[in-house]
Each structure stands twice: as structure tokens, then as C-alpha cells.
């Protein structure tokens, strides 16, 4: 691919310069591509509804074409000329989370290109919470199609120098908001059928969209691979890899001190052999783990926020420091702590149950 000159443009992540934001939109009207902060992670964004342009988010990060794009809106009306149809749940959903972390995926209207919806019949929409990112799409005045700004399979970024990293030559143009807030990307939740489906787990949890919708299932695949008790399980190959550091990654699950335990007998021995490691630990336990290794700390188990903040920075840094491994504590599937382990198994080669 022809490399280009992306653009870094630095912007107030509360009160957008207009100006700023004016050069943004004018580059996506005219078919290129921005990166940009919203309030889950850094988004690549094109004009939704010009397929040109959607085919240069896929080529830009490698994406397979038939993986589909959500659509960002800054207002409400701009769902009804995307959807053939809303679900009854929609409004309500709409009212109660958006602008946030809830990606909804409702029948597709005639007018949503191919390119978008990898030749589905339902397109995912989300209204982000975030002054950048409603200003863009508000100044484009077009649905702005947005995956995560990372090369396809990596981390997500969560700052503007991870996109940097990835995209640097490949895009237009970056909007540097600074750091972008819940560190992992929204739920998406298909409410296409009678019960609505979370197809990935993310800003917006299971409990709370059950206090609004009753009864909401989880597709299996959003819960990562099925374990069994002690027995270390490979992931099924590299096609469900993703989120994916270049060091293999093993993750811990399981009580919290046998986890440790575990975790500290690998460490030696691949210290033994002469292997970098890096351990991803909790709060409680960071101190525990031999000195010689790499910690990067998640932060307190009881606070699964804060290990969404920095997961996707931290396993970006263990590239920085090459290490040869990354061991993980995992934690608690509960809360946002659910999108965490769904990041934390779909990047695992290996998980390991630790249980009595
Ligand atoms: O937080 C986020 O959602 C971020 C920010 C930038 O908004 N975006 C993001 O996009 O994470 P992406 O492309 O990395 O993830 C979109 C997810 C994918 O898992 C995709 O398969 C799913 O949404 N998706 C998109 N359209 C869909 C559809 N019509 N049916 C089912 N799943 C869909
Ligand atoms: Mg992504």
C-alpha cells in the first residue's frame, strides 16, 4: 500500500477546537481517514454510507472484509435512515445509554453500503460519548464508520501513539484527544430477535442492560473458549486470536491465591531458562510475584475498571519491552470485569484453571 503523510492534530478532549475539528470532517467528506478519540477506545473513522471509503478503513488495518463496521451517529434521527425497522427496545435503549458504550445491531436499511455490514442484513449503530467524537461526525454530517484504530488483531489503542504505531503512513489524519476513557470498546448488542444477544461484552455490562431489558443472553462466543478444570487449553489457532501482543500470552483463572501461586511457579521457571517475563497483576498480589519480572499492575480486584483502563496499554507495553511471555491474573467475569476476561481470553494462547 502507498504510504501517506498522516497529520497529528492535538485537541481539547472536553471543548473540541472547531477549527480542528473542521480539517477532520472535511478529510472524511472527501473519502480519507481519521482517527479519533471516543469514550471507549480510539476509533478510525470514514464516511459510513461511501463504500470507497469504507473499503480504506479494511485496507488500512487489514481487516478481514467480512468483518462489519459499527456506525457512529451524533444524533438520534440518524438511526431511522440506517434501519429498515427498529426494534421496539431501541428508543429505550437509545434514551438510557446513548450517548455511551452500547452498540445496538438492528435491521439494515437499503441505503447502508455492502462495505459496512459485510453483506448482513443488520448494521450496528452507536452514538459515542465523547465532545471529539460527536463533533467530528456532527461536522462530517454523515454516519461515521469506525472500527478500533489498531492494525487488525492488535491491542486496541487507547492513546493516540498506539495509533500512531499501528497506522502511522497508512491514514490520513489523527485527532490527538489524549487518553481515551473506559479503555475497552462498547457492547455490542444484537436486538434482532426476541431476546436480545450480547454478541461482546464491553462498556456497558450484562447487569445493567438486565435491570433495563429483563432477560438479555450472551452468545457463547463472547465468553471465550469453553475451560476445563486444570487442564491448560489452547486456543483454537491463530484465526480467533486477537487483541493480541507479539510475546505468547497465558492467562490465570481461578481463585485468586492458587492463581498467584501458579503464576510464580511459571515465572521461575521460565526465568530459569532465561525468558523475559511480564506478569499483569492485581493490586493485592503485585507484591508477591518475584522481583526479576516485569510487573504492570491492573489495578484492585474489587475495581474491574481500572484493569479496562490499562489492559490494552499494558499488553502494548510488553511489546515495548519484549518480553518472551506475559503471565495473567484474571479476574472476577463480573461487571466490566466481563469485557476484560473476553479481551483477556481471545488474547490468551493458553488459559490455565487454577481450582481446589
Ligand atoms: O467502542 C467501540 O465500539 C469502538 C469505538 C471506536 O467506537 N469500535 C469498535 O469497532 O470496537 P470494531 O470494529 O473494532 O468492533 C466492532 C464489533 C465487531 O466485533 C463486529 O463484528 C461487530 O461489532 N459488528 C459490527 N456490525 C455488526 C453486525 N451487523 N452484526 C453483528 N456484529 C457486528
Ligand atoms: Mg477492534
Not at 151 to 162: I, K, M, Q, V
Request: hydrophobic residues 40%; proline residues 8%.
Amino acid at each position: 500500500m502507498e504510504t501517506m503523510t498522516t497529520q497529528y492534530w492535538r485537541v481539547d478532549p472536553v471543548k473540541p477546537q472547531p477549527e480542528i475539528v473542521f480539517k477532520a470532517a472535511d478529510i472524511i467528506k472527501q473519502g480519507g481517514l481519521v482517527a479519533f478519540p471516543t469514550e471507549t477506545v480510539y476509533g478510525l473513522g470514514a464516511n459510513g454510507l461511501d463504500s470507497k471509503s469504507v473499503a480504506g478503513i479494511y485496507l488500512a488495518k487489514g481487516r478481514p472484509s467480512d468483518n462489519p463496521l459499527i456506525l457512529h451517529v451524533s444524533r438520534l434521527e440518524q438511526v431511522d435512515k440506517l434501519s429498515s425497522g427498529l426494534p421496539g427496545v431501541a428508543l429505550d435503549l437509545m434514551d438510557i445509554f446513548w450517548p455511551g458504550p452500547l452498540t445496538l445491531v438492528v435491521p439494515r436499511a437499503k441505503g447502508v453500503p455492502d462495505a459496512v455490514t459485510g453483506g448482513l442484513n443488520t448494521v450496528a449503530v452507536r452514538m459515542p460519548d465523547h465532545p471529539v467524537a460527536l463533533a467530528l461526525i456532527e461536522a462530517a454530517g454523515v454516519p461515521v464508520a469506525a472500527p478500533s484504530a489498531n492494525r487488525s488483531g492488535r491491542p486496541s489503542p487507547t492513546l493516540a501513539e498506539h495509533v500512531r504505531l499501528d497506522l502511522e503512513g497508512k491514514i490520513d489524519a489523527v485527532l490527538d484527544g489524549g487518553p481515551a476513557g473506559m479503555g475497552v470498546e462498547s457492547t455490542v448488542l444484537d436486538i434482532t430477535g426476541e431476546i436480545p444477544v450480547i454478541l461482546r461484552p464491553g462498556g456497558v455490562t450484562l447487569e445493567q442492560l438486565r435491570q433495563v431489558l429483563g432477560e438479555v443472553k450472551i452468545d457463547p462466543a463472547a465468553l471465550g473458549e469453553k475451560l476445563t478444570a486444570n487442564t491448560p487449553v489452547k486456543s483454537p489457532g491463530m484465526k480467533y486470536m486477537h487483541y493480541a501482543p507479539s510475546a505468547p500470552l497465558v492467562l490465570f483463572e481461578g481463585e485468586p491465591g492458587l492463581t498467584c501461586r501458579a503464576i510464580t511457579q511459571q515465572a521461575e521457571e521460565e526465568m530459569a531458562q532465561g525468558k523475559r517475563v511480564c506478569i499483569l497483576a492485581s493490586k493485592e498480589n503485585a507484591q508477591l510475584y518475584p522481583g526479576e519480572a516485569v510487573i504492570l499492575e491492573l489495578g484492585s480486584r474489587d475495581k474491574p475498571a481500572s484493569a479496562a483502563r490499562r489492559l490494552f496499554r499494558h499488553l502494548r507495553e510488553c511489546d515495548r519491552l519484549r518480553v518472551d511471555v506475559i503471565l495473567v491474573e484474571g479476574l472476577a467475569p463480573q461487571g466490566i470485569g466481563l469485557a476484560v476476561m473476553n479481551r483477556l481470553r481471545r488474547a490468551a494462547q493458553i488459559i490455565t484453571r487454577c481450582e481446589a
